[in-house]
């Protein structure tokens, strides 16, 4: 399967929810003012395409130089479990090059997912959570 990475493209909205709402993430899709101003203000976006379909896209938070939030990893159903993530991860990786941590908030069904990646489990993490 030819697929391609950006980290330059800027896909649409709707083709974002689109993704997120197939690949089963746990975001605010119904809430098309919210989901525009986590775009608007992402300084990092890997997207996967399969020809012109928007298949995956990681969605980050970086100074470029010490800390990247990894915020939303999502991959359209049909394509997982074939690399996509895992080569999301990678140029984002690659974008923040080696000097940066990537921190992130696995959700419950993709916790074992990044072990399998090179994540390390942190126990000195805290997070004082969002409300609604
Ligand atoms: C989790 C997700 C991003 C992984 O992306 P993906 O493209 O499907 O995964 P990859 O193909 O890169 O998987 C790499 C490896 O991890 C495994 N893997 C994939 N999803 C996994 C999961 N949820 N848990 C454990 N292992 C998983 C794959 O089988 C593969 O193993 P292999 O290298 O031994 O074959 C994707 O499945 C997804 O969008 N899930 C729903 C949304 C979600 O939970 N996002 C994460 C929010 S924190």
């Given at each position: 399967?030819?697929?391609?990475?950006?980290?330059?493209?800027?896909?649409?909205?709707?083709?974002?929810?689109?993704?997120?709402?197939?690949?089963?993430?746990?975001?605010?899709?119904?809430?098309?003012?919210?989901?525009?101003?986590?775009?608007?203000?992402?300084?990092?976006?890997?997207?996967?395409?399969?020809?012109?379909?928007?298949?995956?896209?990681?969605?980050?938070?970086?100074?470029?130089?010490?800390?990247?939030?990894?915020?939303?990893?999502?991959?359209?159903?049909?394509?997982?479990?074939?690399g996509v993530g895992k080569q999301?991860?990678?140029?984002?990786?690659?974008?923040?090059?080696?000097?940066?941590?990537?921190?992130?908030?696995?959700?419950?069904?993709?916790?074992?997912?990044?072990?399998?990646?090179?994540?390390?489990?942190?126990?000195?993490?805290?997070?004082?959570?969002?409300?609604?």
């Amino acid at each position: 399967m030819g697929i391609t990475y950006s980290a330059e493209a800027i896909p649409s909205i709707g083709h974002i929810i689109e993704v997120y709402e197939s690949s089963g993430i746990n975001r605010p899709t119904g809430n098309l003012a919210r989901m525009e101003k986590m775009y608007a203000n992402a300084n990092l976006v890997v997207t996967a395409w399969h020809n012109d379909l928007l298949v995956g896209i990681a969605r980050s938070l970086t100074d470029f130089c010490h800390s990247c939030y990894l915020a939303d990893l999502a991959v359209r159903k049909e394509y997982q479990s074939k690399g996509v993530g895992k080569q999301l991860i990678a140029l984002t990786r690659e974008q923040i090059g080696h000097q940066t941590s990537l921190i992130l908030l696995a959700a419950p069904a993709a916790i074992n997912y990044y072990p399998k990646l090179g994540f390390h489990k942190i126990d000195n993490g805290y997070i004082i959570p969002r409300e609604g």
